[in-house]
């Protein structure tokens, strides 16, 4: 891969030179020029794929306890989702389980926690309900979970907007969509500012209060890179959640090696962060 970027590199100044001669270039020095740039997008596209397939860490998870293989079949399409578009700065172990109590929660997800540089996030589903939920419904909470465990409601993503949920000048600089965004500034902790402002942007994955998520927003995926993470694949425009996770429970995970390579069996109680739904 670094000689790869060394060719980048040489092309790229030989190009520069060529093109500061002072005076016109002959037909065999353009020539030279156009076979350069028609080249680099295609150095730099192997380059990138090269780059992700090196990629040392990922996104899976950990089955405590499960309902009929159901919380495994649904995590299983929630990390494929993540692992699609973003390289996690940490590798990130979701802990999965089930408990059982006669309320009107559905889920609840517990503070995310850092240990050996890896981040560890957790969720607990009812399964007084599971059975009323479809795979996509409960693959979406999952996702959504893993959103927060990424980076929604955590110290940078709380330094981008101010009280009334706008985002700053700077995370605008950083990232420019973000002037047409908002935060939740409703409810009560594990919402508000934690969220993208349901008012604004509906069943979003990232908004708070809806059970039932319909969308995903391109900026869900573009703000992974303010928070420290590679996106590889943007999300092109507006999708629905239930056709993106269809899609994707038909992939096979090929990094089960570097899975097994993580701690997963690292436990730490923290808080809850979030019931579901949000009280």
């Known amino acids: 891969m670094e000689a790869l970027k060394k ?9 520069a030179q060529i093109q500061i001669q002072g005076r016109a270039l002959r037909p065999d020095e353009m020539a030279r020029v156009q076979a350069i740039y028609q080249a680099l997008p295609h150095l ?9 397939e090196t990629a040392s860490t990922l996104i899976t998870y950990k089955i405590v306890s499960d309902a009929d293989g159901k ?7 929630a990390c494929n989702f ?13 802990r999965l389980g089930v408990f059982t109590e006669n309320s009107d929660t559905i889920a609840v997800s517990y503070k995310p926690h850092i240990y050996n540089d890896v981040i560890y996030g957790r969720i607990e589903f009812n399964t007084k309900f599971l059975s009323d939920f479809t795979d996509n419904e409960i693959a979406g909470t999952i996702v959504h979970e893993i959103g ?29 969509d973000l002037e047409y965004m908002r935060v939740e500034t409703e409810g009560g902790d594990g919402t508000r500012y934690s969220h993208w402002s349901e008012k604004r942007h509906g069943a979003e994955l ?3 209060y809806k059970n ?14 303010l928070f420290g993470h590679q996106v590889v694949e943007e999300l092109p425009q ?3 959640l239930d056709t993106l996770l269809s899609a994707l429970s038909q992939v096979v995970f090929s990094r089960k090696s570097e899975a097994k390579a993580i701690n997963l069996d690292h436990f730490e109680q923290t808080e809850i962060m979030e019931h579901i739904p949000h009280i």
């Open 44 to 52: 730099k596209q192997a380059l990138d794929i090269l780059s992700v």
């Open 212 to 225: 039932s998520v319909e969308h995903v927003l391109p900026m869900t995926i573009k703000i992974m890179r």
């Open 82 to 94: 993540w692992n699609k578009f973003i390289v996690p700065s940490s590798s990130i172990v979701i």
């Open 71 to 77: 919380i495994k079949r649904t995590a299983r399409v």
């Open 206 to 208: 990232m908004t708070g």
């Open 148 to 176: 927060h465990t990424l980076g929604f409601g955590w110290d940078i993503w709380m330094g981008l907007f101010n009280d009334d949920g706008i985002f700053t000048n700077e995370a605008i600089n950083a990232l420019c």
């Open 7 to 15: 060719i980048i590199d040489d092309l790229t100044q030989e190009a």
């Open 238 to 240: 507006k999708s629905d």
